[in-house]
């Protein structure tokens, strides 16, 4: 075995620094992304929103003189809607947790991070297919 130059060291450490700015870079948009998702399906199946929701609607149909019995009835239809929008839960996470996994060209070993390729342990490719 060699021992590596110090130039060598140099751009090995650059190379790694680069790669762990893109994973970290990653980690922060898709981070941001779920945030915003959970936001979102946090504010649909909120009862406090969704019911001021409907009676606002209730109330603009009131204000725009339509009779009480049609107001009602379309009322009743806008929150049937509103509830068959909410999203299921349990299905979502189904869909979530089935997604394939990018493909990262390198893992993290010890200290540093060594390229996988044709010396990769049979272990690894037996994870790689789960």
Known sequence: MSEKTSEEEMIEAETTKQELEAVAEFINKLKD???????????????????????????????????????????????????????????????????????????IKGAGLEEQGEGEKEEDKNENEK
């Open 33 to 107: 992304t779920v945030k915003e998702l959970l936001t979102t399906l946090v504010d649909s199946i909120s009862g406090k929103k969704l019911g001021e929701d409907v009676a606002s609607f209730y109330e603009s149909l009131k204000n725009k003189g339509l009779p009480e019995d049609l107001a009602i009835k379309m009322t009743e239809e806008y929150f049937k809607k509103r509830l068959s929008t909410i999203p299921d839960i349990g299905s979502l996470m189904k869909q979530f947790t089935s997604m394939k996994h990018p493909e990262i060209p390198f893992s």
